[in-house]
């Protein structure tokens, strides 16, 4: 069985620029979440996609956006790059929404200069 | 919404030892509740999670937690520490909203151990 796993493992882009942060679930399961965890801190949610629609959203702006495929992999993109937006990417997936339990790839640290 | 709160930033334990890392929650009803364990630049890796049932809660690598619904907490525990548990620890919880549950996490407690 696969686990979660994200691409690329580093980034750095500079100000203003876009990046896309990929995730593939566990296999079989349909359901995707994104973490941002900022240095010394917990992961806070960016949002999550249920069968490639999205199911919540964290308290971000509209420059996150996201998309999940039929395989039920996922997309993170962020446009307009902040210096605030240097983190750790985290992808959760879980076999349905709802109160299941969440498993973690390695995270994306992406560096913002 | 739910909140956690880790009252400790930084822990220091010599191998050996036992461990005892606090978590406490707000939520009205019963909450769904998880410990994840972070190495240095690293995912998250989930050790135990409590959904109902029995208030001891058994998980991977020794770590146990107790579910106190009286005190609001969901403490972390191991009888005796060995220095690959060296890690951050995350205790968490399901907050529902906008139709989604997504975990919300506490700020995490830092275990160091001593040889």
């Known amino acids: 069985e696969t686990g979660v796993t994200q691409s690329p493992t580093h980034l750095i882009k500079t100000r203003g620029q876009q990046v896309t942060l990929r995730c593939s679930s566990q296999?079989?399961?349909?359901?995707v979440s994104w973490y941002q965890q900022a240095l010394g801190q917990g992961p806070q949610f960016i949002f999550q996609?249920?069968?490639?629609?999205?199911?919540g959203r964290g308290n971000f702006p509209p420059r996150f956006s996201g998309l999940q495929f039929p395989n039920y992999s996922s997309e993170l993109n962020v446009n307009a790059l902040e210096l605030d937006d240097s983190a750790l990417y985290l992808c959760?997936?879980?076999?349905?929404?709802?109160?299941?339990?969440?498993?973690f790839g390695p995270g994306t640290r992406l560096t913002v200069l | 919404a739910q909140s956690v709160t880790q009252p400790d930033i930084h822990i220091t334990v010599s191998e050996g030892a036992s461990l005892e890392l606090r978590c406490n929650y707000s939520?009205?009803?019963?909450?769904?509740l998880f410990w994840y364990v972070q190495s240095p630049g690293q995912g998250l890796q989930l050790l135990l999670k409590?959904?109902?049932?029995?208030?001891l809660v058994q998980g991977i690598k020794g770590f146990e937690a107790e579910f106190k619904r009286s005190q609001s907490s969901f403490n972390l525990r191991k009888p005796s520490v060995h220095w690959s548990d060296a890690a951050e620890y995350f205790c968490?919880?399901?907050?529902?909203?906008?139709?989604?549950?997504?975990?919300?996490f506490g700020k995490g407690t830092k275990l160091s151990v001593i040889p």
């Open positions: 959760a997936s879980s076999l349905e929404r709802g109160k299941h339990t969440q498993y």
């Open positions: 296999s079989g399961h349909n359901t």
């Open positions: 996609y249920y069968r490639e629609e999205e199911n």
């Open positions: 939520y009205g009803a019963t909450p769904y």
């Open positions: 409590y959904f109902s049932g029995d208030t």
């Open positions: 968490a919880v399901y907050n529902s909203g906008a139709g989604s549950y997504q975990l919300t």
